[in-house]
């Protein structure tokens, strides 16, 4: 097994094997709670409370990358296990997949939606990195906006050019009506997720069809506009494939929040009521 995905597996199945002793022990406690004609949730919901505390502390360890508090891979491993058996332990402590309760309902929803963009994160956090590592250039997400506006500058630059230097405003034409719409702006941001060449298809097709119009004058500028054009696909990647890291977390952490929140006054609540 290669170096790399040791480091992961190992981790994983670490925690994996420790949630289900975990599970098992909460499943037996609260079974011997109830034959002793106890409260089984308080044992169950006590442990799903806390489990989805130590889940909180992943998006506080993420924004403290800088300080070496373990590997960020063994805290995703975690993450990942603590995740799956707090789904467990959720259907263990509701008793159902879905409850009756109005509020209950709320609670269920919130905790669906925290598990499902969970598992969806999960899955671009091990596909879009090597995605990324792929790319022949690297640019940090803030630098994107500066890299595309200097690339479209450089392409008019070269359109202007040809025009001045050839007398022929053919490549000028072609970059006014199919190419400058492709520079505007990030493009293909679908494709570009999903590992596709929709913007290199483009490219090589609608994009450079006025080549063979041209003279070997204008072509010396066209292939340098085209180039260009390759350039910014890998950089359209990077935004297509950062932006939806980061929008991902601006689904997924307020979720976990809220679960927080409603979780803290479901504990008020039930214990008020004991009293």
Same mark, same amino acid.
């Given at each position: ?12 199945? %670490? ?49 403290? %990358? ?6 960020? %891979? ?28 109005? $509020? ?66 053919? *490549? ?20 570009? *997720? ?8 483009? &490219? ?40 939806? &890291? ?9 979720? %976990? ?15 008020? $009521?004991? &009293?």
């Amino acid at each position: 097994m290669p170096a790399q995905r040791q480091r992961t597996f190992l981790p994983l199945m %670490s925690f994996g094997v420790t949630a289900v002793v975990v599970f098992v022990l909460v499943a037996w406690s609260a079974r011997r709670s109830w034959l002793a004609l106890g409260e089984p949730a308080i044992v169950t919901g006590y442990t799903l409370f806390a489990l989805m505390l130590l889940l909180g502390l992943f998006n506080i360890r993420k924004r403290l %990358s800088m300080v070496p508090i373990v590997r960020a %891979s063994v805290w995703l491993a975690f993450h990942v296990a603590a995740g799956v058996l707090a789904i467990a332990m959720f259907w263990l402590h509701a008793g159902s997949v879905w409850p009756s309760g109005l $509020y209950e309902q709320i609670l269920t929803l919130l905790f669906y939606l925290v598990s499902v963009t969970g598992i969806i994160g999960y899955v671009l956090s091990r596909t879009l990195p090597r995605r990324l590592a792929q790319i022949e250039i690297e640019i940090i997400f803030e630098r994107i906006p500066a890299e595309l506006a200097e690339i479209r500058e450089k392409v008019e630059s070269l359109a202007l050019a040809c025009t001045q230097e050839t007398g022929s405003d053919t *490549v000028a034409q072609h970059h006014i009506g199919t190419l400058a719409w492709f520079f505007a702006r990030p493009r293909f941001w679908v494709s570009h *997720v999903a590992g596709g060449d929709a913007a290199g298809h483009w &490219l090589r097709g609608p994009g450079s069809a006025a080549r063979r119009y041209l003279n070997d004058a204008e072509k010396t500028y066209f292939d340098q506009i085209i180039e260009l054009g390759v350039l910014k696909c890998q950089v359209d990647r990077h935004f297509a494939c950062q932006e939806l &890291l980061k929008k991902w977390l601006l689904v997924h952490v307020p979720l %976990s929040m809220a679960v927080i929140l409603v979780a803290v006054w479901h504990l008020i609540l039930v214990n008020v $009521y004991a &009293l």
